[in-house]
């Protein structure tokens, strides 16, 4: 059975950081997302990370966001800094095995203001 559990969002000042972890298990996962959603906006994809490591990233949170994936732990990590009010957003872990099935977590809430 997949099981994505996420964790880490929070409240945070503009020009702050959050660390968002996503615990995937059940499965092994051709990439790792994580997307976001704000209010009255469609689901956006944030970043990616394949199994051979590459990345991608939304253009928008270019050089302020870094996906990193911990295997020992299962673990999909989201350093996010030099965060901007327009980052608000749930975000959610997304997963694809390697079978083409996808995953969601049940989102995270990140809120960027003073």
């Known amino acids: 059975q997949v099981q994505l559990v996420e964790s880490g969002g929070g409240l945070v000042q503009p020009g702050g950081s959050l660390r968002l972890s996503c615990a995937a298990s059940?499965?092994?996962?051709?990439?790792n997302a994580w997307y976001r959603q704000a209010p009255g906006k469609q689901r956006e994809l944030v970043a990616a990370i394949s199994i051979d490591r590459s990345t991608n990233y939304a253009d928008s949170v270019k050089g302020r966001f870094t996906i990193s994936r911990d295997s020992a732990k299962n673990t999909v990590i989201l350093q996010m800094n030099s965060l901007k009010p327009e980052d608000t957003a749930v975000y959610y872990c997304?997963?694809?095995?390697?079978?083409?099935?996808?995953?969601w977590g049940q989102g995270t809430q990140v809120t960027v203001s003073s």
């Open positions: 997304n997963a694809r095995t390697i079978t083409h099935k996808n995953y």
């Open positions: 059940g499965s092994i996962f051709r990439v």
